[in-house]
């Protein structure tokens, strides 16, 4: 089973940063391309970020770029981090990171979160003053 376990998320003031930390268990992250997916109370779920090392390509939704940057750990090769400047309380959700077939393309699984391969539980963000 492809588990991934969410850490680093927290409650963090508008303006503040978090880096989440999505970990494999059982299983080597080079192999899939991983994407961050949040949901909020009363939203729809959205696409946050996506990585796909084998097309060297990433994508980022309009509400976050410039703001959130997705990156690997090139170490390990077992981690993947998503690393969250300027928050604003529209980030607060649960976000999730999922891991994708490698033969996708970023800019059209992650707006759409197709062929999503299994979830996680998630870990909590909540920006508040």
């Known amino acids: 089973q492809l588990q991934l376990v969410e850490s680093g998320g927290g409650l963090v003031q508008p303006g503040g940063s978090l880096r989440l930390s999505c970990a494999a268990s059982g299983f080597t992250l080079e192999h899939y391309a991983i994407g961050w997916f949040r949901q909020a109370p009363g939203k729809e779920r959205e696409g946050v970020s996506c990585?796909?090392?084998?097309?060297?390509?990433?994508?980022y939704a309009d509400s976050v770029k410039g703001r959130f940057t997705i990156s690997r750990d090139n170490a390990t090769k077992n981690t993947v981090y998503l690393q969250m400047n300027s928050l604003k309380p529209e980030d607060t959700a649960v976000y999730y990171c999922?891991?994708?077939?490698?033969?996708?393309?970023?800019?059209?699984?992650?707006?759409?979160?197709?062929?999503?391969?299994?979830w996680g539980q998630g870990t909590q963000v909540t920006v508040s003053s």
């Open positions: 999922v891991p994708l077939p490698l033969w996708i393309n970023v800019h059209n699984v992650c707006p759409s979160g197709n062929v999503i391969l299994s």
């Open positions: 990585i796909n090392n084998s097309t060297d390509s990433t994508y």
